[in-house]
């Protein structure tokens, strides 16, 4: 039985992780590839990924489509909370004033957090809810593309 369910496991883990890559984000799975990424200039949007069911059937969905907009974030990454514990623990640094939170959204400017969309603005609402508060954010600190 454990190791069906590990399987499964693996298995979601994988797709988790391909949907973020094939919708344009950068996966970061050490502490140092957080730091490169998070440190450069310009806009960056911060996906924290999970295998909870709100971040596949909302959060993953709405970073996949919040991008299509006239402004968007200069860089797109994602960590894996629960699988890439060092990179999401770097990652969590850079998100001062906001606890742990799995799935979420930073968007940092400059290597500076600038807004956060947390488990709880995530968990219990619709795709269209999360892709508005992400693009209201795009609005106000993206240049347009």
């Known amino acids: 039985m454990s190791m069906n369910f590990n399987f499964f496991i693996n298995d979601v883990v994988k797709q988790a992780r391909e949907d973020m890559v094939q919708a344009g984000y950068t996966e970061l799975t050490n502490p140092e590839e957080v730091d490169q990424a998070l440190n450069q200039k310009g806009t960056t ?3 924290i ?3 909870c069911g709100c971040a596949g059937g909302i ?3 709405a970073a996949t489509h919040a991008i299509h907009y006239d402004k968007r974030p200069d860089h797109l990454v994602t960590v894996f909370a629960g699988q890439d514990k060092e990179a999401t623990g770097q990652a969590r640094t850079y998100f001062e004033g906001y606890p742990p939170s799995s799935p979420s959204f930073a968007l940092l400017k400059d290597g500076k957090i600038q807004m956060m969309v947390e488990r709880h603005e995530i968990e219990g609402h619709e795709p269209m809810q999360v892709i508005q508060k992400l693009q209201n954010a795009f609005e ?5 593309v």
Do not use: G, K, T
Request: proline share 7%.
């Open 140 to 144: 106000e600190y993206c240049e347009e």
């Open 59 to 61: 959060a993953r969905p």
């Open 45 to 47: 949007l911060v996906m």
């Open 49 to 51: 990924n999970s295998v």
